[in-house]
């Protein structure tokens, strides 16, 4: 399916029929991005003659359902059943037509270029809020200081010793159908990784390296000759400030699928190391 974009808009009046962009839904080709404008839903909120709630709430439906979609996608990438994707131009183009209340989406608009979070972001900007953005832009610094942290307390110390910085692709897994980034990986009796996963990417972005991390490991553990009780796994990331955050619900989710890897901040990393030092963990993967 090809990429495309939609806007999404609210009319806080209906006999007026003006309206305001709040967000923006992106089709990459196999997973939405979607981002919502506080400062324009607070506009929105502040025109309407009716109970603004509803604004969250139809922006926490779409939210719910694109994800649902994205989940669905990313066990068809894995799978070798096909999941049809049941939000398709052709379904942007129709709510274009059809939608009434305060809810409005435009046709779909086709993307002629690969999409990663700064192009994402570029069209945000563009289209929807000129302001938001900023925030990006520390998260992008926040991203930078989390991977000096990350590689050299890690990543420099073992990258003699054990992978790094590898890109797993099908030759590894035939399931894997693009290349998955993982930051180290070694072996000595039994596995020894780890993943970085900085919060400040988008929610879409998250989910789809988390599951495909968690896919890995899964594989992993199907290669004989090696003592899976003692494997250890590990995902970096770094607990948000604030608690009431959409990355601090992400955070708490991780937190809770720790049987299936230890996590840790990024200022702990060196701890991983350590243990690839002390267990003298070597590379094991061909052609990588």
Known sequence: MNSFYSLVKISPNSYTQDSIIIGLIVFDGMLFHFQFSDLKKRIAKSLMKTDSKQIELLVKEIAANLQKVNNQSQKQEHSFFDINNPISENYFEYLSKYSNGILGFTASKAIYDSIDAAKFNQLFHLLVDQIEPIQKEKNSEKEVQFYKR??????????????????????????????????CIGKNGAFIGAKTLPLTKTTATLHKELNTYISVIAHLKTIKAVNHNNNQFFLISDEPTSKTSEEFRIYKQLKDAESIFNLISSDESESIAEKIESQNAQMFLEGY
């Open 150 to 183: 990350v590689n050299s307390k890690l990543i420099t110390r073992v990258a003699n010793k054990v992978h790094t910085n590898i890109e797993l692709d099908s030759r590894f897994a035939p399931t894997l159908l693009s290349a998955f980034k993982i930051d």
